[in-house]
């Protein structure tokens, strides 16, 4: 286990060769790590609503003597919040168990401002909340004499005038942050804008000649503000999204957990590129609490529990066998990987999928 721990680190260190299998491991992953770093929506929860084994595995592994930290890039709600939200759920969480991206923002904008400075606070309560924390001043308008313009998700009932201000100072030359820069946020109708999107707005109204510096999950600054916050020795990312938590953790250097309760498929994963190839991947969060059967390569394909996967000569996926349909998806990801890996260039998983009740 220790071994196939320590393979898998060194798989996702920066400049490493890419991952070409998902990870084993002869433990549960929750005695191997002492810290899940959960993302929230499409991981613990889904239009407010608790996803499927969410509440069980997470009380089993904090009884365990897992500690757990919910990292969301959304910064429109407080820590306070998202922990009252968590606990009426059922998985019962505290303020400083919650990291967001308005947090590590804040923390982003303090770095760069005077003490006391006053920041332009273009989005929702939770950026305001943070600002403070950070011992800045959160003000409204762009007359305000900000020393920074901090954007962060306002939900759907963000003014327009506030997009407004955030416009006005940034092209005054005011130091431009965002908390994230997500375009979409999916809510329980559909596809929502997110504040990538209003980010993108201010962006116009500038005519497209500033970046804001951005914080949030996949880059450094929200990495940080979690390992700063949780204290976390031995971190596990777990997360449903390949290129913000996934590739947030590869940047991180930390392993990862895919779990395919949110926006990622099965054939979304066998494409995905070397830093968005999670350490293990399970169908949800019972996969925290359960060891990870090991990937053998075998001839010129792969075996995982009472599966083989290979790559054809056309570059068709082929899968055989039968059992647990992770075990066939975790084959499937080493075929797929390998061959993209070594210039098979993108394979055809559909048929290989189909085999697979997923
Ligand atoms: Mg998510």
Not at 14 to 29: E, H, M, N, Q, V
Not at 309 to 325: C, E, S, V
Request: charged share 20%; net charge negative; hydrophobic share 45%.
């Amino acid at each position: 286990m220790a071994d196939a721990t320590r393979a898998a680190r060194a798989a996702d260190a920066p400049g490493a060769a890419p991952r070409t299998a998902p990870s084993g491991s002869g433990r549960a992953l929750s005695e191997v790590y002492d810290t899940a770093l959960l993302d929230l929506d499409g991981v613990v929860y889904a239009g407010g609503e608790a996803i499927a084994h969410a509440v069980d595995s997470l009380r089993a592994a904090r009884d365990g003597g897992m500690r757990l930290a919910y990292v969301t890039n959304n910064a429109a709600r407080t820590p306070e919040t998202v922990a009252e939200h968590l606990t009426r759920l059922g998985v019962p969480a505290d303020p400083s168990e919650v990291v967001t991206s308005a947090q590590a923002v804040a923390r982003l904008i303090a770095g760069q401002v005077p003490a006391g400075a006053r920041g332009l606070g273009a989005g929702g309560e939770g950026l305001r909340v943070a600002l403070r924390e950070r011992g800045l001043s959160p003000v409204d308008s762009a007359d305000d004499d900000p020393a920074a313009g901090g954007q962060g998700y306002g939900g759907p009932e963000l003014p327009w005038g506030v997009l407004a201000e955030a416009s006005i100072a940034v092209n005054r030359g005011v130091p431009w942050f965002a908390s994230n820069t997500d375009l979409t946020i999916p809510s329980g109708r559909g596809i929502a804008p997110g504040n990538g999107a209003a980010v993108e707005v201010v962006r116009i109204a500038t005519g497209h000649t500033k970046d804001p510096r951005v914080a949030g999950k996949p880059l450094p600054p929200m990495h940080r503000e979690t390992i700063l916050r949780t204290g976390a020795v031995r971190p596990l990312v777990v997360g449903d999204r390949l290129d913000t938590d996934i590739e947030g953790a590869h940047a991180g250097g930390v392993d990862s957990l895919l779990v395919l309760t949110g926006v990622t498929d099965a054939a979304r994963l066998l494409a995905a590129a070397p830093e968005h190839r999670p350490t293990f991947v399970a169908a949800d969060l019972r996969g925290l609490l359960a060891p990870q059967p090991e990937v053998v390569a075998d001839g010129d394909g792969f075996r995982c529990g009472g599966w083989r996967a290979a790559a054809g000569d056309g570059g068709a996926l082929m899968l055989d066998g039968g059992g647990d349909a992770l075990d066939g998806l975790r084959a499937l990801c080493a075929a797929a990987w390998t061959a993209a890996g070594t210039g098979g260039g993108r394979v055809s998983a559909e048929r290989a999928l189909g085999v697979l009740d997923l």
